[in-house]
């Protein structure tokens, strides 16, 4: 592995072998060189040259100077963006950064490699650094029922055959933010880890699932909205018990938990 090494009061940059620590090669870039960068694949650097107002290209396999791009006056520091294809270089004298354009840098072509925006900015600008900013996003309310179907003798089905009935149980979602729904958001049901369905929120934010019925001790449904770029994500609990007897318990929270992030466990509202 090499290092680039710029000298402020000299006109060139040593190569330094970081495995003996010695200078193997220096590269003549032009008068006062100051910041240097190494675009993500390492073929390239980019050296900001104060005195002649321009930043030098350096192939970093054979460290020979490839081209030079004029910038704004008095370059000092020197940024490539994550994917290669722009650089970053603050102008301390005239109180502006430059944009690089370096998507065709696989050779460089001094009719690409060319600055395509100054950006002004505060005075004497010096350090400039690449970082990704994450937009805040909204907040989400998932809430969970459960519906159970009434036998002929008006009784529940899932009271009278338990966890379901003949026709299982069907999982209601609502999805909100801000307090209206939110439509076209997929919703995943699950039990114990295993997933029954991902469902689609309509226009009044619901989806919906239809489940087999369980005669375990204990069945807990969860819905769960992974987010996106614009809402976090949310999600939703409902449990129901047997007794001792093995006859199903009323349903412990029949309307779901709403988990917001950051705040404790509240009941949902109704829906």
Known sequence: MHELVSFAFGDDVSVIDTATNTVIDTINVGATPQGVAITPDGTR?????????????????????????PVGDGP?????????????VTNLDSDDVSVIDTATNTVIDTATNTVVDTVPVGDGPVGVAIGTVTEERTPTRLTLRLEKKKGKDGKDALDVLGGGGRNGLTLKAKLTAEGEPLADKPIEFTTDSISLCTESTDSRGKATCKVPRSRADETCYTVTFAGDDTYEPSTATVCRFNGSSGEPSELEGPEGLSVIPGQALTPAAST
């Open 76 to 88: 000092q520091e020197v940024a490539v963006t994550p994917d290669g294809t722009r650089v970053y």
């Open 45 to 69: 650097a980019y050296i900001a040259d104060r005195a002649m107002d321009r930043v030098a290209v350096v192939d970093t396999a054979t460290n020979t100077l490839l081209t030079t791009i």
